[in-house]
């Protein structure tokens, strides 16, 4: 695994504490699996990850939707490099290396074009640590087994990432429904590669009473960054009454 910078690591904690405490107090402010990626580029953005190009363009560290430095198969998840065969896919979230950004062209960055990604990987050294995290998220919002399929496909997507680059990967699968298959979702999520952070965190209401168990996570210590439900609502009232 990589080392990022603490400050950078703490940030990723921090938002990822955030979004999961909002989601286990209160999951029916997410309708979306895109109400999830809102919050947690809410949580995550500040002007620290703010960077200025080589060719003198202020961006961020952070973008959602950011392209992967290799072609796969959607189906079969087989990975072919930066050869033409499959398509590129883009990881839901993505921190870059400042140092990246500092020495490379706006259009580098962007990563649109697999010829400039084909150039920049000539250079193995800094096109492995072009990236310091890449963040995929699932929200489980009905009975469909194609959930555990969907997790399945974006572990492998993050462990073909990590074969070029060297960053922090997370997996974030949040479910607000009493989940046909939760038991095999479990066993996925507890058995993930330990390359991968991984964590489901469920949080739903059955006849007015909310469930909300402890996330699941396949090992790394995910439950310091959390709070119970009722001890966030409390905290908060008491920072808010300080005021």
């Given at each position: 695994m990589?080392?990022?910078?603490?400050?950078?690591s703490q940030l990723v904690s921090d938002g990822i504490r955030k979004?999961?405490?909002k989601f286990r107090e209160h999951p029916c402010i997410f309708f979306s699996e895109m109400d999830l990626h809102s919050y947690l580029y809410h949580c995550l953005y500040t002007t620290k990850l703010e960077a200025r190009t080589k060719d003198g363009v202020i961006t961020s560290c952070l973008h959602k939707e950011y392209p992967t430095n290799f072609r796969y198969s959607k189906e079969t998840m087989e990975d072919y490099g930066l050869t033409k065969q499959g398509i590129r896919g883009?990881?839901?979230?993505?921190?870059?290396?400042?140092?990246?950004?500092?020495?490379?062209s706006i259009e580098s960055i962007e990563n649109k074009n697999i010829g400039e990604a084909e150039a920049r990987s000539k250079n193995r050294e800094k096109f492995r640590h072009e990236l310091l995290v890449?963040?995929?998220l699932k929200y489980v919002v009905n009975n469909s087994r194609k959930f555990i399929e969907e997790v399945e496909k974006d572990n492998k997507k993050l462990l073909i990432g990590l074969k070029y680059q060297s960053f922090e990967a997370y997996n974030l699968v949040f479910c607000n429904k009493q989940y046909y298959y939760i038991n095999e979702l479990a066993k996925l999520v507890e058995n993930t590669n330990s390359n991968i952070k991984i964590m489901l965190a469920l949080s739903d209401y059955t006849d007015e009473k909310k469930n909300t168990p402890k996330p699941i996570t396949n090992g790394w210590s995910f439950q310091n960054?959390?709070?119970?439900?009722d001890s966030a609502r409390e905290n908060n009232g008491m920072a808010q009454q300080s005021r």
């Open positions: 990589p080392k990022i910078e603490s400050s950078f979004t999961v405490n883009h990881f839901d979230l993505a921190i870059l290396d400042p140092q990246f950004i500092k020495q490379s890449a963040i995929e960054l959390i709070v119970h439900p």
